[in-house]
């Protein structure tokens, strides 16, 4: 496995949600692709001394939800997920996907009943969790930037790897210097 996944992996864990011995934590990992990051968050948690817990989703599986449900389907919270949510101390999201317009067809009436009920997952997740979300890149996303694997890969692993409490005492620096201006005009070339 890539050692900067392993480095992800701790970011997210120790850095972005914090997560400490005891804690149960739920990774919910979407599409088969995420699948690296997701063992590197399981190491991260087993080693920060917290309980793991592995979910599988698809947009692939749900598009048959959302294409051939009836209207009490679509309204139907799961309730694994939902107990998902009440159990989880920490939420951590990887988002992959399969196919980037695998829901591209779907009526948005459909999309819009089903958002309904997932939005009372997302709404426990905010309650009753510190979370974190990360896309996780992989061929979709790179042909969507028009570009190859291994350089959104680069891109990727430099945006999560940067030493993180520098870059927030120094944003806290620049916040405390706007904080005190009476006026922040942004000037263009």
């Excluded at 309204?75 to 980037?100: F, K, Q, S, T």
Aim: charged share 25%.
């Amino acid at each position: 496995m890539d050692k900067r996944w392993q480095q992800v992996g701790d970011v997210l864990v120790n850095y972005s949600t914090e997560v400490q011995p005891g804690e149960r934590v739920m990774i919910a990992m979407i599409e088969p692709e995420t699948f690296p990051l997701a063992h590197a968050v399981y190491d991260a948690v087993v080693r920060a001394g917290g309980y793991p817990q592995v979910q599988m989703l698809s947009e692939r599986l749900r598009h048959s939800l959302l294409r051939h449900g009836s209207d009490e389907q679509l309204a139907w919270v799961p309730d694994i997920e939902a107990y998902g949510m009440e159990w989880a101390d920490v939420y951590i999201g990887l988002r992959g996907a399969h196919n980037l317009y695998e829901l591209a067809e779907v009526p948005t009436e459909r999309l819009a009943a089903n958002q309904v009920a997932m939005g009372k997952i997302s709404t426990l997740r905010w309650e009753k969790t510190r979370w974190c979300l990360s896309r996780v890149p992989n061929e979709a996303f790179a042909i969507q930037a028009q570009t190859d694997l291994e350089t959104i890969l680069d891109m990727y692993f430099d945006a999560c790897l940067l030493d993180w409490p520098a870059a927030a005492k120094s944003w806290h620096a620049a916040a405390q210097r706007l904080d005190q201006a009476g006026e922040v005009r942004i000037l263009g070339e």
